[in-house]
């Protein structure tokens, strides 16, 4: 089985979970694309960065807005590889970096991610999080756990918000 961020289940509202993740080291690139070619235009580097180094694959792929039509698209790197440990990318577009712990509040959805199906979520996201008062900041991140081959209804997704406070 693929190998998963780490995470620790705080409280579950509804269909919301409050999760605080561990501390863990990403690979991103910056693609200037809509959502769905971002998608896939970013992916290509990540792994072939991944697997030209012999870097295991995990999950999620993270996918998060940072302007109008530019996206960072990211990889996990495995449990306990800091940054220390990785090459240095010939691809200078590929940053690697450290994300401290967070906590986030994470809506869970089965399906294709499509343009559409992320804006329902993402508004079923904030709603969820106005409703309970959470204090959110960010962008909402993206989260697709399963391949491309995988038919649509047995793939899990999540969208992701930061939370402040908890």
Same mark, same amino acid.
């Given at each position: 089985?693929? +190998? ?5 289940? &705080? ?15 990403? /690979?991103?690139?910056?693609? $200037?694309?809509?959502? +769905? /070619? ?6 290509? !580097?990540?792994?072939?960065?991944? %697997?030209? $180094?012999? #870097? /295991?694959?995990? /999950? ?7 302007? %109008?039509?530019?996206?960072?698209? %990211? ?6 590889? *800091?940054?220390?440990?990785? !090459?240095?990318? !010939?691809?200078?577009? #590929? ?18 991610? %499509?343009? *559409? ?6 508004? +079923?996201?904030?709603?969820? &999080? ?8 960010? +962008? ?10 995988? !038919?649509?209804?047995?793939?899990? $997704?999540?969208? #992701? #918000? ?5």
């Amino acid at each position: 089985m693929t +190998e998963q961020q780490k995470y620790t289940l &705080v409280k579950k509202l509804e269909n919301l979970e409050i999760r605080k993740y561990q501390k863990c080291t990403m /690979a991103t690139v910056e693609i $200037n694309a809509d959502y +769905e /070619a971002a998608g896939s235009i970013g992916f290509r !580097p990540l792994v072939t960065y991944i %697997s030209q $180094n012999n #870097i /295991a694959m995990t /999950a999620p792929v993270l996918q998060q807005k940072t302007k %109008s039509d530019t996206w960072l698209v %990211s990889f996990v790197m495995p449990e306990g590889m *800091q940054l220390s440990d990785l !090459p240095v990318s !010939p691809n200078l577009n #590929i940053k690697l970096h450290e994300v401290e712990e967070y906590v986030a509040a994470v809506l869970i959805f089965k399906g294709i991610t %499509s343009k *559409q199906k992320i804006r329902e979520k993402e508004s +079923e996201l904030k709603e969820l &999080v106005n409703k309970y008062k959470l204090n959110s900041f960010g +962008e909402i991140l993206v989260a697709r756990f399963d391949p491309p081959w995988k !038919p649509g209804f047995l793939r899990h $997704n999540e969208v #992701i #918000i930061h939370l402040h406070n908890f």
